[in-house]
Protein backbone atom coordinates (compact mmCIF):
# COMPACT_ATOMS: atom_id res chain seq x y z
CA UNK A 1 0.00 0.00 0.00
CA UNK A 2 2.28 2.80 1.17
CA UNK A 3 5.85 0.78 0.66
CA UNK A 4 7.95 4.00 1.10
CA UNK A 5 6.56 3.80 4.44
CA UNK A 6 7.52 -0.06 5.53
CA UNK A 7 11.26 0.75 6.57
CA UNK A 8 13.01 0.11 10.22
CA UNK A 9 13.18 4.33 10.50
CA UNK A 10 9.41 4.86 9.92
CA UNK A 11 7.67 3.19 12.36
CA UNK A 12 4.98 5.68 13.65
CA UNK A 13 2.26 4.37 11.07
CA UNK A 14 2.92 0.94 11.05
CA UNK A 15 0.76 -0.72 13.50
CA UNK A 16 -2.09 1.00 11.82
CA UNK A 17 -1.29 0.50 8.21
CA UNK A 18 -0.47 -3.50 9.43
CA UNK A 19 -4.49 -2.89 10.87
CA UNK A 20 -5.85 -1.95 7.13
CA UNK A 21 -3.53 -4.32 5.82
CA UNK A 22 -5.19 -7.31 7.60
CA UNK A 23 -9.00 -5.88 7.20
CA UNK A 24 -7.96 -6.36 3.14
CA UNK A 25 -6.76 -9.59 3.75
CA UNK A 26 -10.21 -10.41 4.70
CA UNK A 27 -11.28 -10.51 0.84
CA UNK A 28 -13.21 -8.36 -1.57
CA UNK A 29 -16.51 -8.38 -0.50
CA UNK A 30 -15.49 -7.05 3.17
CA UNK A 31 -13.63 -4.25 1.75
CA UNK A 32 -16.60 -3.64 -0.86
CA UNK A 33 -18.99 -3.31 2.29
CA UNK A 34 -17.00 -1.00 3.39
CA UNK A 35 -15.50 -2.62 6.38
CA UNK A 36 -12.05 -1.22 6.19
CA UNK A 37 -13.16 2.30 6.26
CA UNK A 38 -12.29 3.22 9.84
CA UNK A 39 -8.67 1.35 9.65
CA UNK A 40 -8.18 3.85 6.33
CA UNK A 41 -9.29 6.74 7.85
CA UNK A 42 -6.67 6.08 10.79
CA UNK A 43 -3.92 5.41 8.12
CA UNK A 44 -4.86 8.34 6.07
CA UNK A 45 -4.94 10.54 9.50
CA UNK A 46 -1.96 9.46 10.40
CA UNK A 47 0.03 9.59 7.21
CA UNK A 48 -0.99 13.57 7.34
CA UNK A 49 0.64 13.93 10.58
CA UNK A 50 3.52 12.12 9.24
CA UNK A 51 3.37 14.72 6.36
CA UNK A 52 2.92 17.73 8.39
CA UNK A 53 6.26 17.10 10.53
CA UNK A 54 8.05 16.67 7.49
CA UNK A 55 7.06 19.39 5.88
CA UNK A 56 7.83 21.99 9.52
CA UNK A 57 11.27 20.31 9.16
CA UNK A 58 11.92 20.96 5.63
CA UNK A 59 10.26 24.67 6.16
CA UNK A 60 12.67 25.10 9.25
CA UNK A 61 15.92 23.60 7.58
CA UNK A 62 15.20 26.12 4.09
CA UNK A 63 15.02 28.70 6.19
CA UNK A 64 18.17 28.10 7.85
CA UNK A 65 19.53 27.74 4.35
CA UNK A 66 18.76 30.98 2.59
CA UNK A 67 20.00 32.43 5.62
CA UNK A 68 23.49 31.16 5.36
CA UNK A 69 22.96 32.27 1.25
CA UNK A 70 21.83 35.76 2.07
CA UNK A 71 24.81 35.69 4.49
CA UNK A 72 27.23 34.83 1.73
CA UNK A 73 26.33 36.65 -0.55
CA UNK A 74 26.05 40.01 1.30
CA UNK A 75 29.77 39.29 2.36
CA UNK A 76 30.27 38.78 -1.99
CA UNK A 77 29.10 41.94 -1.95
CA UNK A 78 30.67 43.80 0.74
CA UNK A 79 34.10 42.18 -0.58
CA UNK A 80 34.12 43.45 -4.36
Known amino acids: ?4 LHTKDNTACEEVMNILD ?3 ARGFMW ?3 GMCNGA ?3 VNKCLRAQRLERTKA ?3 AAKIKNKEIK ?3 AEIDANS
Do not use: F, G, L, V
Open 1 to 4: MHPH
Open 22 to 24: ECH
Open 31 to 33: KAM
Open 40 to 42: KTQ
Open 58 to 60: NRE
Open 71 to 73: AKW
